[in-house]
Every structure is written in structure tokens, then in C-alpha cells.
């Protein structure tokens, strides 16, 4: 067994037995950078999110208003922006297949074999 999987499973049981502080304090005291990592309910209750300005909302066909992260790059000549909702499951399928040649025979078979959806 290579050292590397030996080490693996020693952290693994290492850890398994403590909680998120307790191991984050133990790297720490250690001085191993670490930090949890948050859900995303979390994250947008984080007040540093709203200070940056990375909360973004859209209105959605189906969904009403959403809000999501924004984008975390800035710019100072260009600036992001958020354009449109984040897309359905499947919503941009069939353009992008006809971006790559795929005509409406190749996407009618793609859908009746189940390898796409509506």
C-alpha cells in the first residue's frame, strides 16, 4: 500500500471523530491552513457577500425572483453583470446542439432514446 493511501486513511479516521471546529482548530494550532466550508445558505448570510455586491437577483419563468451569487471578479473598466436567470435544466439543449450541426432528426432521436429532455 502505497504511503499516500496509509496517510489517507489515518486522516480520514483522524477526522471522523471530531467535529468541523475541533479539527479546524487542531490544523490551526498546527498552522496548516484550513476553514470550513459553507453551505449556501451560509454563504448568502454572510455579510461580506452583500458588502461586495455579490448577491444577484433575476427574475425566472418559472421560479419568480431568484437570487444567486454573483460574479466575484471586478473590473474597473468592466464592470460584470448579471443578464438573465440561470438556466433550467435543459433550457439551452437544443440550440447548443445546433450550434455543433446537430439537425432536428439527430435531436428528435436524441429525445425519443432519453438522452435529452424537453
Do not use: C, N, W
Not at 453551505?39 to 419563468?61: K, Y
Amino acid at each position: 500500500m502505497y504511503k499516500r493511501q496509509v496517510l489517507g486513511r489515518e486522516l480520514e479516521e483522524t477526522f471522523a471523530s471530531m467535529t468541523t471546529a475541533e479539527a479546524t482548530a487542531v490544523l490551526e494550532e498546527h498552522d496548516v491552513p484550513a476553514s470550513r466550508v459553507r453551505d449556501v445558505g451560509e454563504v448568502f448570510d454572510d455579510p461580506q457577500i452583500e458588502a461586495r455586491g455579490m448577491l444577484a437577483e433575476a427574475e425566472h419563468p418559472t421560479a419568480g425572483t431568484v437570487r444567486f451569487p454573483g460574479s466575484p471578479m471586478y473590473f474597473s473598466r468592466t464592470p460584470t453583470t448579471v443578464r438573465r436567470h440561470p438556466p433550467a435544466l435543459g433550457e439551452h439543449t437544443e440550440s447548443v446542439l445546433r450550434e455543433y450541426g446537430y439537425g432536428d432528426r439527430d435531436i428528435d432521436d436524441l429525445r425519443e432514446r432519453g438522452a435529452i429532455s424537453e
